[in-house]
Nanobody, 113 residues
């Protein structure tokens, strides 16, 4: 089981980024999957989740209305569209199925002017 995140970078406040995650080693379409983030000195937190078929999503209150999670089961990919970014969104972002697997290397998102 492997998760590879990419698409992070440095962006100004108010800007946008789209994160991608490639999953492998399991039947991707059978499982819900989440995006998490960990800011320096803080615990890792759940940012967004999506059900196996993509029909339901959930978001942390801090990102509701700004972030959108989506998945492509044909490509074993999950995405996180992040708009109206704030400095407090700065963190390393990870994707993972909650039930199993190890954390990937994550992708760094830095929001700064």
């Amino acid at each position: 089981v492997r998760f590879v995140e990419f698409g992070g970078g440095l962006v100004q406040p108010g800007g946008s980024l789209r994160l991608s995650c490639a999953a492998s080693g399991f039947t991707f379409s059978n499982y819900a999957i989440n995006w998490y983030r960990q800011a320096p000195g803080k615990e890792r937190e759940l940012v967004a989740g999506i059900t196996s078929g993509g029909g339901r999503t959930n978001y942390a209150d801090s990102v509701k209305g700004r972030f959108t999670i989506a998945r492509d089961n044909a490509k074993n990919m999950v995405y996180l569209q992040m708009n109206s970014l704030k400095p407090e969104d700065t963190a390393v972002y990870y994707c993972k199925v909650p039930q199993f697997g190890s954390w990937g290397q994550g992708t760094q998102v830095t929001v700064s002017s």
